[in-house]
Nanobody, 113 residues
Framework: QVQLVESGGGLVQPGGSLRLSCAASGIIFSSYAMGWYRQAPGKQRELVATISSGSVTNYAASMKGRFTISRDNAKNTVYLQMNSLKPEDTAVYYC???????WGQGTQVTVSS
């Protein structure tokens, strides 16, 4: 059974930074592409970034240059470094194993002064 546990969310001022983590279990983590998604209140869940098993990364246009996805296969963990945060980045952030329907429980990120 796949389990994904996100952490690292919180309240941050505009322009600030946060690093999210997603610890995975129940899969051979190094073999799977992973993704971060987010869902703001009243909006559909959207893709933030993906990282392949070979650490090739892709980003949604609005996050490129501000967010960095990375992975540590030794720790079965995928990260999302978020810099220059804006109020519109406020959302629940989820990680996902791209090849499966498994989602984490999400972690809340609130960007506000």
């Amino acid at each position: 059974q796949v389990q994904l546990v996100e952490s690292g969310g919180g309240l941050v001022q505009p322009g600030g930074s946060l690093r999210l983590s997603c610890a995975a279990s129940g899969i051979i983590f190094s073999s799977y592409a992973m993704g971060w998604y987010r869902q703001a209140p009243g909006k559909q869940r959207e893709l933030v970034a993906t990282i392949s098993s070979g650490s090739v990364t892709n980003y949604a246009a609005s996050m490129k240059g501000r967010f960095t996805i990375s992975r540590d296969n030794a720790k079965n963990t995928v990260y999302l470094q978020m810099n220059s945060l804006k109020p519109e980045d406020t959302a629940v952030y989820y990680c996902k194993v791209l090849a499966t329907s498994d989602w984490g429980q999400g972690t809340q990120v609130t960007v506000s002064s």
